[in-house]
């Protein structure tokens, strides 16, 4: 899509660097330079004000992503991208079948009412919850990391959902300030909400995480 929109050498390419490597050498493919933008907290999407502030003369796209099932702001990118004359393309997460969109939507809402000591995920218009991505409190990486041991331990799997910004890999480093990117990417933690799973495992999940919540620092 880029190279048919006539993008190429020379110019840059707007790209989030939380998750998603595949994008960033998409654009590398390309010819083009991908720019990194923070993200919004509570979406893990491209931070619109973010974006605007990295655009330069030699922009020529941005490429939005959809984290988690959870929409990214497009309304205020595509009107950023008329305004300065931008193509905007999506990547989106794969589309589950309703019913079970709807299934993970009703785990996702039991968790939300049971969890402690962690960060649930802001909900939002359209939310399919492909992951369910709750924030561990305390100092960073080092306390999410030992409470994703702790709650495999357990028997409850949960996965980091990006190990390593963008921007932090060999191919990409770059040397920018992403302040949002580096806390998500310290902090988040997904638990399993698929549809297949019973109110037992759901009760499991709450409570092997809700026990473990004096590995935490409190929440400022």
């Given at each position: 899509?880029?190279?048919?929109?006539?993008?190429?050498?020379?110019d840059?390419?707007?790209v989030p660097a939380?998750?998603n490597?595949?994008?960033?050498?998409?654009?590398?493919?390309?010819?083009?330079?991908?720019?990194?933008?923070?993200?919004?907290?509570?979406?893990?999407?491209?931070d619109?004000?973010a974006?605007?502030?990295a655009?330069?003369?030699?922009?020529?796209?941005?490429?939005?992503?959809?984290?988690?099932?959870?929409?990214?702001?497009?309304?205020?990118?595509?009107?950023l991208?008329?305004r300065?004359?931008l193509?905007?393309?999506?990547q989106?997460?794969?589309?589950?079948?309703?019913?079970?969109?709807?299934r993970?939507?009703?785990r996702?809402a039991?968790?939300?009412a049971?969890?402690?000591g962690?960060?649930?995920?802001?909900?939002?218009?359209?939310h399919?919850?492909?992951?369910?991505?709750?924030?561990v409190?305390g100092?960073?990486?080092?306390?999410?990391d030992?409470?994703?041991?702790a709650?495999?331990?357990k028997?409850v799997?949960c996965r980091?959902p990006?190990?390593?910004?963008?921007?932090?890999?060999?191919?990409f480093?770059?040397?920018?300030s992403?302040p949002?990117t580096e806390?998500?990417?310290?902090?988040t933690?997904?638990l399993p909400v698929?549809?297949?799973l019973?109110?037992?495992?759901?009760q499991?999940?709450?409570?092997?995480c809700?026990?473990?919540?004096?590995?935490?620092?409190?929440?400022?």
């Open positions: 899509m880029l190279r048919a929109a006539g993008v190429g050498a020379g840059e390419v707007v939380f998750g490597v595949e994008v960033a050498r998409a654009v590398a493919l390309a010819g083009a330079l991908p720019v990194f933008a923070d993200i919004d907290p509570a979406t893990y999407c491209l619109p004000a974006v605007d502030a655009l330069t003369s030699r922009t020529a796209a941005v490429v939005v992503v959809h984290r988690f099932g959870r929409p990214a702001d497009l309304g205020q990118l595509r009107a991208g008329q300065r004359g193509l905007v393309l999506e989106t997460d794969l589309d589950a079948p309703r019913d079970e969109t709807a993970r939507r009703e996702a039991y968790l939300d049971r969890l402690r962690v960060r649930t995920p802001e909900g939002g218009a359209g399919s919850y492909q992951q369910y991505v709750v924030r409190p100092n960073g990486r080092p306390d999410r030992a409470f994703a041991r709650v495999r331990a028997g799997a980091i990006v190990p390593t910004p963008v921007h932090r890999l060999p191919e480093r770059r040397d920018v992403l949002e806390r998500a990417a310290d902090e933690l997904a698929d549809g297949s019973t109110k037992r495992d759901m499991r999940t709450a409570s092997v809700n026990a473990l919540g004096g590995l935490l620092a409190p929440a400022l």
